[in-house]
């Protein structure tokens, strides 16, 4: 790799010109996470007059906890169900269109609008089509005799905000998924028809080998998201409920600390959820990755 | 092993761009026919029609004697050797040779054999374990030619397989092509630009200009005997001068000219068979400047404007000269060297 550098006369440009992406990172990411950590080892009185520091207890306390456990669990299936969904249907709509794409006739930018649309009204829109009483969804099921209340079947709960979650997801995926289907030489696919390999399995040994680098990307991206940033989803649509059964880590980080008053639990599973989410990315990069070079 | 038939084939792209207007072409079982022509004429177009890459609009393919219009690729048995190698890039040489053979259910020892034998015949035995961005173009190359042989196919199709290369390379992968194709006796199609490679390598060479076939032939026969202007001009390098008949008449030597068919428009001279010294026989006198002299090593060629006709003539004379540039020469049009056209339709009489 050829690496392109830029001389500075002046020593401190560089430092000037990084500012602002510096100061962004400190104030909304540094900076709270150091808060988090300080005040996960402290005990705040319910009025908020006076904090002692407790060393390991909220940690304590959060592994005898087994409702914190299973919102681990649940939070493992949730991430995986919306990374396996968002990212096989948006490559099964990449596939699709990149057939359109060579022939050049397709409007890519239609599949982007739901990355345009904030997670709340997602998670609105999904909550009002899945909603029990007035939406469409539970009254088409109901034809099928599946009767439909996510209020109520902590399942369906689990469903309905997966689906709101990835359907979120699916169209930055595509994008990707279609950069990447287009930088697939066609040669090597028709070398591959000539060999005598058929549609499917020219995809799975051809095309989706070279679209590994790709997919192991969205992959990482996909989990983080999943883990922490369907906050405004699963507020919009179940709220954690029903008993818990769609508390992921990353709400219940809010319920705890905002609804529960909790700020030591609360700060000390943040901290938490950081460190898994290091951990995840450290792993994937660790293993994953070599794997993926070609 | 087989023949290969092309009867009125035509092809038309969805665009509505008509690429190939109607060929007809035989090609004789272990015959390697070269397709030559300039950059758009539909060469690479009817490759992709005989490998099944693109469906034919008109007209029917047949490889040994099956009319394969509506077979998949795979169902052809043809192998193709792609202008970039199309390797595929995250399997090594090995994998890449073994595909075709473990998609059509080969045995593994039938399969080992074989790759073993491409790999000697290619001299790529050492590269088996290595990806193919671990190897240098010209090994690229035979790992290409290797996937190509390894599934002893009815019929080779190439696509400009040589253009990657340098110059020296190419020259010797072109013998070494035309080697294997000799050996393995397989029915050969070869796109290519380049006129050495054409002339060299061809049983029969086939002209293309917009889509159509302009002549087919011996590569010595079109070259001795054009059957068009443009088969004239495309085939030959430096390509042959033309003179309008009508500007020759009033030379010294204008006789030559009686013995030309009736309606003879154009008259073509290869630039070797100028001569620049009175010949025996018939031959037009013309004098003009020398432009330029480019030395090629054992000839040289030399751009004369010949003020008379308003034309620069081209003459490759043979060894070296010791002429200079700008000075005068004279030199003499062979009758025997005449090659007369029509020049309405632009074709060869007699
Ligand atoms: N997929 C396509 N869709 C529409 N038109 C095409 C397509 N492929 C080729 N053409 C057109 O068909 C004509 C013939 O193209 P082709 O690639 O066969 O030329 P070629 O003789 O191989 O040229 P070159 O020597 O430059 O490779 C050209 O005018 C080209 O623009
Ligand atoms: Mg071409």
Redesign the pocket.
Known sequence: MQTKRTIFPNKLLPYLLLTPQLAITIIFFLWPAGQALKSSFEREDPFGFKTTFVWFHNYARLFSDPEYLNSVWRTAIFAVSVTAISMSVSLLLAVAVNRLLRSGKFYTTLLVWPYAVAPVVAGILWWFMFNPTIGILPYLLDQFGINWNHRINGSQAMILVVIAAAWKQISYNFLFFVAGLQSVPQSLTEAAAIDGAGPFKRFWTIVFPLLSPTTFFLMIVNINYAMFDTFGTIDATTQGGPAGATNTLVYKVYADGFLGLNIGSSSAQSVMLMLIVIALTVIQFRWVERRVQY | MATLDLKGVKKT???G?A??HGVDLEIADGELVVLV??????????L?MIAGLESITEGTISIAGDVVNRKEPAERDIAMVFQNYALYPHMSVRGNLEYGLKNRGTPREDIDQRVAEAARILEITPFLDRKPRQLSGGQRQRVAMGRAIVRKPKAFLF??PLSNLDAKLRGQMRIEIRRLQRTLGTTSVY?T?DQLEAMTLADRLVV?NA?RIEQVGKPIELYDRPASLFVAGFIGSPPMNLFEIDKLRSLPGAEALQTLPAGTGIVGVRPDTVALSQANGPSIKLTGTIELIEPVGGESHLYVRCEGINQIVTIVAQGRTGLTETSMLDFWLPQAGFHPFNIETGKRLA
């Open positions: 792209y969805p665009g761009v690429a190939v022509g300039p950059s758009g004429c539909g060469k690479s177009t009817l992709r696509d400009e796109v630009h293309m889509g």
